[in-house]
């Protein structure tokens, strides 16, 4: 059979995209495109060398692949925590079986030659293009299943955590409950929201926000638009229906990142909205924020 190293390349290149993107939601570390690219790019060069210089046994050996594997999480996931790093690498390991699996189902589903070598992905299939559009929706379909059966075995109990909000360079900490009773997203891009007392996130918020967020129904409160031009991009507004109140609406800002600490684990997220509400969430003072399973869920 021939083998045309460019088209063995590119389809590797993103079948390890892949790989690194199912990685990223079972580990709940969040990684650039950009590093997942590099990331993607080194994996699918490893197997080119491998092919252009058979000579050199190591690239064949486990201590090889291992170390290749510990370089590709390095470059697409850099963690400052060594158990963070460690879920990192062992979800990739995961992933890496899950798309296995994956192509071996197709090979004896559609019994064709589809198959996974020496950690690389090959194929006999005519259609190259059929084959990767199968391989990675069955992938991310069995990760899909694997999550959904995840999340519920954590969504058993309601947790309080600690919640690390970041803006502008400032970091503020809130003690945070998971409701599982919240399902709150962004209408227009799909991303999770969770809610927040104005006043434990006071001091993130430039002077003239706060005021804005404290009066946001009255126009005339609204802050103009010379002086907060950067914010006016920030600003997001939540529609929501609650018992008592349909067709609410809450006001809200996209912070720079999100980072939920649970059972030692660290949950990053930049793709969150951070709605404000200006009055106590728990009588107890328990909590001052609610985030959604999915901030701490893979």
């Not at 990331?39 to 064949?60: D, E, F, H, N």
């Not at 379909?141 to 058993?156: G, P, S």
């Not at 684990?265 to 328990?286: D, G, K, N, W």
């Amino acid at each position: 059979m021939s083998v045309y190293i460019d088209i063995l390349f590119l389809q590797n290149i993103i079948v390890n995209y892949g790989i690194l993107l199912v990685t990223q939601k079972l580990s709940g570390r969040y990684s650039t495109a950009l590093r997942k690219l590099i990331s993607a790019t080194v994996g699918a060069a490893y197997l080119v060398v491998m092919l252009l210089c058979p000579r050199i046994g190591t690239l064949y050996t486990i201590g090889g692949k291992i170390m290749l594997s510990i370089l590709m999480v390095s470059i697409a996931f850099p963690c400052q925590r060594l158990k963070n790093w460690f879920k990192a690498l062992l979800s990739f390991y995961i992933s890496s079986f899950i798309f296995a699996g994956a192509g071996f189902a197709l090979m004896s589903f559609l019994n064709q030659g589809i198959y996974f070598k020496n950690g690389e992905f090959y194929t006999q299939m005519k259609s190259d293009g059929m084959l990767l559009i199968l391989t990675l929706a069955t992938g991310f379909l069995m990760v899909r299943a694997f999550t959904d059966i995840f999340r519920k075995r954590i969504e058993k109990d309601s947790y309080i955590v600690k919640t690390y909000i970041s803006l502008d360079g400032k970091t503020v900490c809130v003690d945070a409950l998971i409701d599982t009773g919240n399902s709150l997203t962004d209408p227009v891009s799909q991303w999770p929201v969770m809610i927040a007392e104005l006043e434990s996130i006071r001091e993130l918020l430039p002077d003239g926000m706060v005021k804005w967020f404290e009066n946001w129904t009255q126009m005339s409160a609204a802050p103009s638009y010379d002086e907060n031009a950067e914010w006016i991009k920030r600003i997001r507004l939540i529609p929501f229906n609650s018992i008592g109140t349909q067709n609410g609406m809450l006001p809200g800002f996209k912070p720079d990142g999100v980072c939920v600490e649970k059972e030692e684990l660290c949950f990053e997220r930049t793709q969150v909205v951070v709605c404000i509400s200006r009055s106590r969430l728990s009588s107890a003072e328990q909590y001052r924020a609610i985030i959604s399973p999915e901030m701490v869920t893979a």
